[in-house]
């Protein structure tokens, strides 16, 4: 027990190489759940191991970093999470130290980058994704340094630098998961002209790291649920085609209804997999993943656009085929409520239609004027009677075809 | 020959034969009542006689007389002579003047009939300089043809298809040029009109599309189009229907017919996908059933395979509310479920179903309902009719079930995904049998962890009094059999 709190003292030394090794001992003992538990337990204000460490992320970088990948660790534990929460000096120091994710990321124009982002970076965004996952630490991220007035503007940098750079950051992603679960935080990528961001988080769904892939459908998730702009985001946005195809297996659409009734864009894709050479269509491997793409399509569901949409681009084709190879339990009950949402029927859907099939088969055929010829042999009964017949079905094409070219 | 020809009076024969050939059919009918009132009149006068009906029939014959234009009588073909005689015949039969129309063959040559024949061949391929017409023209000539032939009504489409047809074959022999591709598209679809009157609407979306193709881009107007998506409505393709309406709207963008057409179209489209819905709907509440099946076996430790093929005969018919593979979804109360079962006798070849088997209930609870306690409580009634010696009596009856007969399906994943139509490639020399105590209950069968249900739990049900439980039953499992 002393040697924890002495260890802990150690952690304010005025020495910066004591407080370098106190910190690097300390992220030694974070390894285990164990040692957070020891770490947690050392009391008093001043002793306080999360605060000690919060204020060495302020610190000079080889101190810094340990100290900042201890609080990786110890803020898996709940009570740790809420306590660091509440640090305002930790959230300062933070946001500060990502402020350099601006020109780590940058390039001269702004376009995606491959230099590689400092560790102290990552271990920050890692901090800030583990700290984010309550809602009061992502309403801190919302509210960033700046207070109120200038609320979102350390999201939108954080998302900057991600869309720059998202192999380097991927856990960026699951920050701005986080953030989208609030209103203010999902305003913050869809009140964009245009809707960029998105745009470029779908581009992300079919990125090669997991993680980006979970980020990325997961805040895409979170985006819709706000139903005021799922017009937009279904016409102007690529998200349904690029999450149906996520759905696909290497077996394709079978059915040539089925397949006709598909977007282009999904058919194109679908023929290109079949040419020779060409890979394979695989389904998302990750089954959280795919949860979120089905949770997704449940939630355009919600609105009467949603599923026009999604009955017009035959999604319900792709998840028939798809539902069987659900090995997940929990997955497969969402799409047995997908599939009943999308299979049901509009409740007022026969009003809009004034103009159906029956009231053109009362249209009256134009009489055929035809030489005095034709009615002399037409005085035959029999012949009336195959002629009667005859105009009987041709109700559409009378007129038309009266002339022929 | 350099006889100047008179066309008019050709054009003016056949105009008129027309007429003629409604008082022709006229007379034609006059004659057959005529001829019907005859045989109906010897009928009766021989059945009078006692002699059998239909003689007289054979007198018909079609009328050997025509009337032509001039009002006279001109004889026909046969004049008592039979149609089908092809021998010495120069093609005209007596009467060389004979009209052109009434030929039926043509004439050989060397006859006056096969000059007659040249010139009017020269009227219609050779142009006015007498050189033969370029393949063009001729087109356009038989399509021309086709058109009136049109007008003139259903009766003539018949002939209008025909001249449609050569019209194509020259038309393929012309050239590249634009009129010839509008020609061509033209005759396409004027030949589509036809069958589309005549319901041949593959032959419509066929021509349709050779047009499409093949003539110039674009058609001069929708018809092409529209004649097609009639004709794809029709079959019941709405969906090439509506690609067709697309098609002729970016030509005439106003055509109200078309307009109406793409109306009608979306209307039957919707009603369609609607059906469609229907049915997928039902599928998927099958689905969610057999899920539901699968995880209740799943909770119960039950494994499931496939249906043994010989089973599926019995199976057809009275049992409802199958899974997709074909086999009775049991039903549940009361946090149990309840089975149909196979019971299967080998020794007399029969076979039974329980319907409601419970997983709590005992072999012995059911046989003791189906079968006599005992030898002593066997009456003629109780006793099952195929069982001559009275062996099948429950105290000396034997319950056995098999083993390894089919792969289990992978329990954690949907059923439906396994389901073969190819038999199940088991090795039988490895079953297995299992003798059931008849105090066991469904459920410890089923629960057996080396049992797969084969779709429908089978059980082999055979008497220790009978000769054929020593002399076969039991020596085929010998060495192969365990106890539940």
Redesign the interface.
Known sequence: MDQVEELVGFLRAPRPDVRKQAAETVLQLTGTDAGVVLLLSTHGDDKDVLTLLARLVGDQEQIASPAAAALVNMSTNDRANAALVEKKALWSSLLETLKGLQDATASGDGMKTEKPVPAQLKTCVKLLSNLTTSVAGANRLIEGRLGRDYAGLDVKLLLRAFLRAPAEIPEAGLVLTNVSRLDEGRDIFLAEDGLASVKRLIKLVTAHNPVLRRGAVLTLRNCCFDQARHGALLTTTALVDTFLLRLIGPEGIESP?DF??LSTALQDALNAAREPGAQPLRREPEGDVRRGIVETLVMFCSTRQGRVFL?DHNA?GVV?VY???E?N?DT?EVV?KL??ML?G?EEDEDDD?E???AS?TELEPEP?S??A??V???S?PK?ME??AQ?KG??E??E???LE?? | MTTPIDYSKFEAIERAV??DE?AE?AAKEAEKQRKKDEIAASDKAQKAKGKALGEGRDKLRPPAKYVDSDGDTVSGPSDGEDSDDDSDDDGLNEDEDLHPLFWRRMPKPGTKGYETAKILEDLVYKNDEDEPKHPNELAADFKEKG?EF??????YYKRALQEYKEALQWARKGDDSDDNKKCYA?IL??RA?IN??L?NNGSVVRDCEAAIKYGPDPL??C?TH??AA?ACTRLGKL?EATTFVEGGLAIDAENP?LL??K??V???L??Q??VE?EK??V??EE??KD?QLR?DCLARGFHVGPLVSDIEVYLQGSIGNKTRGGFPRPGRENQSMQWAVMLMYPEHMQSEFIHAFDLTHSFRDHLQVMFPASRAAMTEANRAPWDEQGNYTVDEMEVYMEERVVHSFDM???W??QYTSKPDKVDWSKRRRVHVPLDKTLGDCLADPDYVIPGVPTFFVVSKASSYYVETFCPEHKGRLRIL
Request: with cysteine; proline share 3%.
């Open positions: 209804e006709a009734d009955r319900y028939k539902h069987p190879t090995s339990e497969s047995f599939v009943d299979l029927d239609n103009v159906t099939g053109v055929v035809e030489p010829v034709e002399i042999s037409s035959d012949e195959e002629i005859a079905d041709t559409e094409d007129s038309i075809l022929v070219d | 027309v007429a409604a059919r058109n049109f007008q003139w009504g259903r009766k033209a679809s004027n009109a589309l009157k319901g001069p107007n018809k529209f004649r009639c969906r017919e109406k057409l109306k009608t979306a209307a039957k919707k009603e996908k609607r819905r997928e709907r599928v998927m689905r969610r899920e995880k954690n994943r949907m439906e995904t």
